[in-house]
């Protein structure tokens, strides 16, 4: 029989990943002599796309992604789900359960197509985990903006927006109200990209009203996790439920049925759900105010985790409205430790950032810096996207920061009488230096231990991905690129830092013609390293740049006479720099060498040969034997 198979590949980074399970598939195919498509889903969009045509006539429809894909157009065929790594690694028996096994039938968006049973529990958390950074990555602007707008309006005076103070100021209080209206969305938002993710277009909409429900119940961004999650499973189940309706009902299941039966059950359940969370809220309020009199240790330890728990959320507020109540009767020292608690977890990222900022986004160092200023006027929800990321390990981190800060605070018994400003109160503070002293505590402390934890979240990553790039053999190998010679490597060459190699090979790069424009190319490589390390092992780094300012696709060598500092995966220092350049728009050509030259270099008696080698002909000869 002459099968016709569809396969669609996509990884959360869209790079390497998302190609390499296309071509295994298509090799896999090819052995076994039948005919499939591989329709990518990478960095650059969706690449050899279905016609409807193609759908139609396929005989099963394999998925090999971790992320989310258009998967109602599928509806109908038989469709296997399963994770991109088993698209790489396990092509050939995908292919044999296509033609030999009875393919469950995908029935529609109310229908998630069964995913391979040895991969349910990571798959099930990965897809948890992809619906909640489709949230966060919507919030985090909306955070960013409104937080801006708020914390300059303080500048003008803690109450310059109250019409009632002295301190009025007609433009504060329209920027505190235009970046109060913009922090409002935050929740809503967050729920509302949840439930897209999980319920496409029909999700957004109920994510929206029962994120505005979990808001206006003083649910915090905890209950916005949870109203988007609601609101993607019930529209779930609405459309398992109406599936059954005829098709020519579409229209009006989608415009009425779904969004009113939607707002209604899930309106009713996010509002009932939010009981519960102010009874909680209460009975916190209660247990803190208990513990006013009690050990500055035991105290700063209980408000620090309160106020670091959901930031901005029930926990936090429990804590401040506790401490704005105290300030009423005249206890200025509870409040000074709830505002030290509060500001630490921005200001921790923003160290996070400025300690380990070759592992983290240019999007999240951004935000980070951003934190600075948003703590530093006692905004906490800037870490809130930080914290949403890994909030089993960031908020553990934080809580401990902002433990340490409430407890010095209370040690030093320092004063603070006026409820929010965080450093823009100093003139009225009690002991204002030792407030600030222990505020930076905590957040350097915070700091340091998030720097350490998405050091190691990164490589771990990384490992991972180079492990599989390297043991893929069904990834194709280069044999057509004349990408290096003599000219292009470098020997015995002494450097200081990273930063001094990169700029080295931008300029070579510029000398021997392989590309021209050394500020591009030095921007290229930078941007790369900020993304993730490109440190391997045994003292080798492979940075690479694609560029429309690169010529001709070239390799760059240079041979360090002292290893310098630069994150590898074990640790060691880099005295063996490959350089990957290539132009732009040239496909994965990069990857391609990335792939070849990385599973060459876990052999060690290669790399002391790379190593030892004292003439650029012999490494010439090296590198190309391990590219082709």
Not at 76 to 91: D, E, L, P
Not at 327 to 337: E, K, V, Y
Not at 382 to 393: E, N, Q, S, V
Not at 497 to 504: A, D
Request: proline fraction near 4%; include cysteine; charged fraction near 15%.
């Amino acid at each position: 029989m002459n099968y016709q198979f569809l396969g669609v590949t996509g990884c959360p980074t869209g790079i390497a990943h998302t190609f390499m399970a296309a071509e295994a598939l298509e090799k896999a195919a090819n052995e076994k002599g039948v005919t499939i498509k591989v329709e990518t889903h990478g960095q650059r969009g969706i690449e050899n796309q279905f016609t409807q045509e193609e759908i139609d006539n396929a005989d099963v429809i394999i998925i090999a992604a971790d992320k989310n894909v258009d998967i109602h157009r599928f509806s109908g065929k038989r469709v296997i789900n399963t994770s991109v790594s088993k698209g790489i690694k396990q092509a050939d028996l995908l292919l044999d359960r296509a033609m030999n096994e009875e393919i469950n039938v995908y029935q529609g968006s109310n229908q998630k197509s069964k995913l391979e049973k040895d991969n349910q529990n990571v798959s099930f958390w990965h897809q948890i985990y992809v619906h909640l950074m489709n949230g966060v990555s919507h919030m985090l602007p909306i955070i960013v903006a409104g937080g801006v707008m708020t914390a300059v309006s303080f500048m003008f005076g803690i109450y310059s927006a109250n019409p009632k103070s002295e301190q009025y100021n007609a433009i504060a209080e329209q920027m505190n109200t235009i970046g109060g209206l913009a922090m409002g969305l935050m929740v809503p938002i967050l729920s509302a990209y949840i439930a897209q993710s999980i319920g496409s277009r029909p999700g957004l909409v109920i994510g929206f009203i029962t994120g505005m429900i979990a808001d206006h119940n003083g649910t915090g961004f905890l209950g916005g996790i949870v109203s988007g999650f609601l609101a993607g499973g019930i529209i779930l189940v609405l459309q398992k439920l109406l599936k059954k309706l005829p098709q020519s009902l579409d229209g009006l299941k989608s415009i009425f049925l779904l969004p009113v039966l939607g707002i209604f059950i899930g309106g009713f359940i996010m509002w009932y759900l939010s009981v519960p969370m102010e009874f909680i809220n209460k009975a916190m309020m209660n247990f803190l105010s208990g513990f006013q009199n009690s050990s500055p240790i035991i105290l700063g330890l209980i408000v620090g985790i309160m106020c670091a728990a959901d930031m901005g959320g029930p926990i936090n507020k429990a804590a401040y409205v506790t401490g704005t109540a105290l300030l009423a009767q005249g206890n200025h020292l509870f409040m000074a430790g709830v505002s030290a608690a509060c500001i630490v977890p921005p200001l921790a990222t923003g160290f996070s950032v400025l300690f380990g900022k070759n592992y983290y986004e240019n999007t999240e160092k951004s935000a980070g810096y951003v934190n600075f200023l948003l703590g530093s006027t006692h905004i906490t929800e800037g870490a809130i996207p930080f914290a949403a990321k890994r909030p089993l390990t960031i908020i553990p981190i934080l809580m401990f920061g902002s433990s340490v800060a409430a407890i010095l605070t209370y040690l030093m018994k320092v004063k603070v009488p006026a409820p929010h400003g965080g450093f823009i109160v100093l003139p009225v503070v009690t002991h204002p230096i030792f407030w600030v002293v222990a505020i930076i505590i905590g957040s350097v402390i915070s700091g340091v231990l998030m720097a350490v934890e998405q050091k190691r979240h990164i490589l771990n990553t990384t490992k991972e991905h180079n492990e599989e790039l390297l043991n893929n053999k069904e990834y194709h190998k280069i044999n057509s690129y004349n990408i290096i010679n003599s000219k292009n490597i470098f020997l015995n060459k002494k450097s200081d830092n990273k930063k001094e190699v990169l700029s080295y090979i931008a300029t070579q790069a510029n000398n021997i013609g392989v590309s021209t424009n050394v500020k591009r190319i030095l921007e290229g490589l930078e941007k790369r390293e900020e993304e993730g390390s490109t440190g391997m092992e045994k003292g080798i780094a492979i940075p690479h740049v694609a560029s429309e300012y690169v010529k001709t696709p070239s390799l760059i060598i240079v041979q360090l006479t002292e290893g310098i500092e630069w994150p590898a995966l074990d640790g060691e220092k880099t005295d063996f720099i490959i350089s990957i350049m290539v132009p732009l728009g040239s496909g994965s050509q990069h990857l391609e060498i990335l792939a070849q030259l990385s599973r060459k270099l876990m052999d060690e008696n290669y790399i002391k040969e790379l190593k030892n080698a004292n003439s650029e002909e012999k490494i010439m000869q090296l590198i190309q034997g391990g590219i082709s």
